[in-house]
């Protein structure tokens, strides 16, 4: 069964420094991973997919993850941070056999000015 | 392109009360699933339908949850009756097939957030 653990709660930033968010995972197939973000009363939007392809995956507003599978690791970061990436950040794991996505606790991200 | 379409926004009940959630998913996207989110946690897969055959429902409470897939396109979810443990935003999502291979990402909608009081 998949499973994945998203290692932060909350992570408190400045603005302009770093992000780091970690996820590790756990899958009896090679997995997809997704990050996904979710601001307060919107919906959950994805930010980036991995899918067998490069491990190094690009998403949207400068975030990358890169996957890592001797660490079974899938880690978001993004060079410095906005005042608009203040959300919540959730890692996915899918089964590809089943289409089935589960989801992490996720990480609340706080951008201080 | 349509996003997924998710009624009412808004539901306050009494416990005891029924309720019902309907979802509108992306057209053409064959995997449809509802998840609870409690505030605080990640979402929790309910229920995933594939067209309108149940994939998985093993987190389902079956005993006052229902959901069903009509012609494998709109979907509702019921809840009765409502514990107070119930309240929580459910959201629906759907995913489409791509080239054989099932890696692909969901699409959610706005979610409902239910109070039961």
């Known amino acids: 069964a998949q499973s994945v653990t998203q290692l932060d709660s909350h992570v408190s930033v400045s603005e302009g420094t770093p992000v780091l968010l970690r996820c590790n995972y756990s899958?009896?197939?090679?997995?997809?991973l997704f990050w996904y973000v979710q601001h307060p009363n919107k919906g959950l939007q994805l930010l980036l997919k991995?899918?067998?392809?490069?491990?190094l995956v690009k998403g949207i507003n400068g975030f990358e993850a890169e996957f890592k599978k001797s660490e079974t690791s899938f880690h978001l970061t993004k060079p410095s941070a906005h005042m608009s990436d203040a959300a919540e950040y959730f890692c996915?794991?899918?089964?590809?056999?089943?289409?089935?996505?589960?989801f992490g606790s996720g990480t609340i991200l706080r951008v201080k000015s | 392109e349509a996003g997924v379409a998710q009624s009412p926004r808004y539901k306050i009940i009494e416990k005891r009360q029924s309720v019902a959630f309907w979802c509108n998913p992306i057209?053409?996207?064959?995997?449809l699933y509802w998840y609870q989110q409690i505030l605080g946690q990640g979402p929790k897969l309910l229920i995933q339908?594939?067209?309108?055959?149940?994939?998985?429902d093993s987190q389902l409470p079956k005993d006052r949850f229902s959901a069903e897939r009509l012609k494998g396109v709109d979907s509702t979810l019921k809840i009765q009756p409502a514990k107070l443990e119930d309240s929580a935003v459910y959201l629906c999502?759907?995913?489409?097939?791509?080239?054989?291979?099932?890696?692909?990402?969901?699409?959610f909608g706005q979610g409902t957030r239910l109070t039961v009081v």
């Open positions: 999502a759907s995913s489409f097939r791509d080239r054989g291979f099932w890696n692909t990402e969901a699409f």
């Open positions: 899958s009896s197939y090679s997995p997809s």
């Open positions: 991995y899918t067998s392809a490069a491990t």
């Open positions: 996915v794991v899918s089964d590809p056999s089943k289409n089935k996505l589960v």
């Open positions: 057209s053409g996207h064959a995997t």
């Open positions: 339908f594939q067209n309108n055959g149940v994939v998985d």
